[in-house]
């Protein structure tokens, strides 16, 4: 069966990386209607920032929750029956194959489990240096293929492998891609990083930006335009 299409505006995904609950409520009322989906990672989540994913939710947003989880199966699947319950429409887990099971086991009916392939902020030295005998493309190449055999919904790649993978899963997996960064943003942290008309014509379905939106001038003037850029891409 085809996926459902995605609404353009569904497709931008910011990431509300601050310190407090109450920084990120006043983001969202700035954003207002120009964006529909939240990412929550560490930084926010650790500050309370859970507590909004049933508010989110309730006013009709999508939230990301991006908690990278990776333990034994047990505690993987805990931990994802616990987010399922706050009503997040995406979790993500590290790409190992035992912990890609456990989630996919507890992730009940609407939760979606995303695989983490390789980090954006990693390159082939990063890898090598970690131990790893793959580069990234082969190490995401291979990962893709083992969460799509276990049944993971999607996968967060750069756009630089967005292409690939989407040669590999086809059409049914979401490909969820942060590093995203519009011409004449800076690079930040990060190595594998790709503008959002790019990432859309990759293959991407969903696009994680986080400091040009979130630390711009105008918020809701930088969401537009990036809502825009993946309307012209054919997003």
Do not use: W
Not at 35 to 49: C, E, M
Not at 67 to 84: C, F, P, W, Y
Not at 168 to 196: C, E, F, N
């Amino acid at each position: 069966m085809k996926p459902a299409p995605i609404e353009s505006r569904d497709r931008l995904i910011v990431a509300l990386d601050l310190s407090s609950v109450e920084t990120a409520e006043a983001l969202i009322a700035r954003l207002g209607d120009s964006v529909t989906f939240y990412k929550i990672g560490y930084q926010l989540a650790y500050a309370g920032g859970l507590s909004l994913v049933p508010k989110l939710a309730d006013r009709g947003k999508k939230v990301f929750a991006d908690l990278k989880l990776h333990d034994i199966g047990n505690t993987v699947a805990r931990g994802v029956e616990s987010v399922a319950k706050l009503g997040a429409t995406f979790l993500t887990v590290h790409a190992y194959p035992q912990t890609m099971k456990a989630a996919v086991e507890a992730r009940g009916s609407s939760l979606k489990i995303l695989a983490v392939t390789v980090l954006t902020s990693y390159d082939d030295d990063d890898l090598h240096t970690a131990g790893f005998r793959f580069g990234v493309s082969d190490l995401v190449e291979a990962r893709a293929r083992q969460a799509q055999a276990l049944g993971i919904d999607g996968l967060v790649c750069s756009g630089e492998e967005a292409g690939t993978v989407r040669g590999i899963v086809g059409a049914q997996m979401a490909l969820v891609t942060p590093g995203i960064r519009p011409a004449g943003s800076a690079a930040g942290d990060q190595k594998r990083i790709m503008t959002p008309g790019r990432a859309i014509a990759a293959g991407a379905d969903y696009l994680v930006v986080g400091r040009p939106v979130v630390e711009a001038a105008d918020p809701k003037a930088a969401a537009e335009a990036i809502v825009a850029e993946i309307v012209q891409a054919g997003g």
